[in-house]
């Protein structure tokens, strides 16, 4: 039975991962000014970036619903036993951190010592979310002028930040095999980057503008150029993101809480800061003439997202997809192993490429599979799932623990956070 429940939370990892950026891709594409217009370059689809971060918010706030459901579930359970005059000695079986259903993984905190986390600690958790705001809002901009298989796999620019930072901040030591798996990485960004520079994409039907280069705020520029500045805003979002990892594992270190209450909590802390930011953006920026119209314009924001049913509809999948998604993660993160974790990984990139293609939202690059080749090897190697090219690579401790056995998967796994939350 638990072997099933793993399938079906893989698949529901992969599904709603892929989901995500390819709804919001979807969403970016609607028409939502001038369509009628017969000359292209006059019509306008949805950018509305930090309309998309708040929604994204929302999405995570619904892991409450989640967390409601199993608290009256207990409610009941306990009922049933004070009527049957039955009080268990320890926590029941299925609820045991290392054993048992993934899905009550996801909602119990690891029995390990930790000061459980509550009253005010809980704020902690507003800086991660403030990183998640800075780094999921650059990524919706990015994602506005490149293809959706190029944004997620640029994505994999994350390992290099995490590894840095784990480093720097956290006093992680890595070999010398992941510094050369983090150069390797670096590599494969570049060469997904120019693939997008060197190759135009034909524009899909007629809800996505002829030329996007002509989208407002970014002038005449031209389509490679635009490519190699919406690689920049993802890869550069990336050090949000990094930082938000290494903040979460820096505060969980200390403190215990349930993994979807984490989700939860920055999923409100996160929608509140959001939303205060658009108000103050949209009456310093968005009642101006300059950005009538723009990303910051809450009410033209809005009307959109009311106004035109596809947006709506993929606004609310978009937010289940996100909610779905950090469930599945979650629960999957602590029952399977790195290595399958980093598989689905890879797997989630490559379907939204092949989706993206079957869909003929971008063309097919032979060089994006050399830089896409190169992020999977960089990746595998930095989480220890292939052999180094050279054993003087791996350092005299790496060898030492090769030899006796000492290794596990504990040092392997501690560059990154407990359940890692990743929403687009």
């Known amino acids: ?11 529901g990892m992969l599904v709603t991962g892929v989901a995500n950026t390819l709804l919001t891709k979807y969403q970016d594409m609607q028409c939502v000014r001038n369509c ?41 359970r306990q009922k049933r036993r004070e009527h049957a005059g039955y009080q268990p000695v320890g926590p029941d079986e299925e609820e045991r951190d290392g054993e048992g259903n993934p899905i009550i993984k996801a909602l119990i905190p690891r029995d390990d010592g930790r000061i459980p986390m509550s009253g005010f600690k809980v704020f902690l958790l507003a800086i991660p979310a403030c990183c998640d705001i800075a780094g999921t809002t650059l990524m919706n901009v990015g994602l ?54 060197l190759f135009k994409d034909p524009a ?10 002509q989208a407002k705020g970014m002038g005449n520029l031209s389509p490679a150029v635009s490519t190699v500045i919406g690689v920049l805003l993802v890869a550069f979002a990336q050090i949000f993101t990094a930082t938000q990892f290494v903040v979460e594992e820096w505060v969980l270190e200390k403190y215990s809480l349930e993994p979807l209450k984490v989700v939860g909590w920055e999923g409100i802390f996160g929608f509140s800061v959001t939303l205060l930011g658009m108000a103050i953006l949209h009456f310093t920026i968005g009642v101006t003439p300059e950005g009538q119209h723009g990303y910051f314009n809450a009410i033209e924001g809005w009307r959109e997202m009311t106004n035109y049913p596809k947006v709506a509809i ?4 978009i ?71 050279l054993r003087c690579c791996l350092g005299s ?19 990154f956070p407990e359940g890692p939350i990743e929403h687009v």
């Open 314 to 317: 993929s606004s609310l999948a």
């Open 1 to 11: 039975m638990s072997r099933a429940i793993t399938i079906a939370l893989v698949s």
């Open 36 to 76: 009628d217009d017969p000359d292209p370059a006059k019509r306008h689809v949805f950018e509305q970036p930090v309309m998309q971060t708040l929604q994204m918010f929302i999405g995570e706030m619904g892991c409450w619903l989640i967390v409601g459901c199993f608290s009256l579930r207990q409610l009941y």
């Open 204 to 213: 899909p039907d007629d809800r996505i503008k002829a030329d996007m280069t």
């Open 144 to 197: 506005l002028f490149i293809a959706a298989s190029i944004y997620q796999m640029t994505r994999g620019a994350l390992v290099l930040f995490v590894g840095l930072f784990s480093v720097i901040f956290l006093k992680r030591v890595l070999h010398p095999f992941q510094w050369f798996a983090l150069f390797v990485v670096v590599i494969g960004v570049g060469i997904v980057g120019l693939a997008g520079a």
């Open 397 to 415: 401790r790496k060898m030492t623990e090769d030899v006796d056995g000492s290794g596990d998967d504990v040092t392997r796994d501690a560059l």
């Open 319 to 389: 937010m289940v997809s996100i909610g779905g998604f950090n469930f599945f993660g979650i629960s999957v993160t602590r029952s399977i192993s790195a290595t399958a974790r980093s598989i689905i990984d890879t797997c989630r990139t490559l379907f939204i490429w092949m989706v993206s293609l079957a869909l003929h939202w971008e063309s097919f690059k032979w060089l994006q599979i050399v830089g896409f080749a190169l992020l999977v090897y960089g990746t595998f190697l930095f989480n220890e799932l292939v052999q180094p090219p």
